[in-house]
Nanobody, 121 residues
Framework: QVQLVESGGGLVQAGGSLRLSCAAS????????MAWYRQAPGKQRELVAG???????NYADSVKGRFTISRDNDKNTVHLQMNSLKPEETAVYYC???????????????WGPGTQVTVSS
């Protein structure tokens, strides 16, 4: 059973920084893309940043230049460095990964339980 567990959320003042981490564990053969999403109260979940196994990244326009996604393939982890945070970025941040559990299995999408990020003004 694959599990994703996020850490690093918390309360920060506007303009501050946080670093989120997500570790994948369990029956893992390979991990394709890893990504961070967020969902603010009353809003849809949105993609924040993604990274392929080869290290290609993509970002939501709203976070370009302030957020950096990275991954450690040896440790099955993905990180999100968030700088210059804004109050409107208060949300639950979710880790997402496309994982194959064995050589003969298809990729499945897995989600972490989420970590709260609160940016005060």
């Amino acid at each position: 059973q694959v599990q994703l567990v996020e850490s690093g959320g918390g309360l920060v003042q506007a303009g501050g920084s946080l670093r989120l981490s997500c570790a994948a564990s369990g029956s893992i053969f390979s991990i394709n893309t890893m990504a961070w999403y967020r969902q603010a109260p009353g809003k849809q979940r949105e993609l924040v940043a993604g990274i392929t196994g080869g290290g290609t990244t993509n970002y939501a326009d709203s976070v370009k230049g302030r957020f950096t996604i990275s991954r450690d393939n040896d440790k099955n982890t993905v990180h999100l460095q968030m700088n210059s945070l804004k109050p409107e970025e208060t949300a639950v941040y979710y880790c997402n990964a496309r994982i194959r559990e064995s050589l003969v299995s298809y990729e499945n999408t897995f989600w972490g339980p989420g970590t709260q990020v609160t940016v005060s003004s």
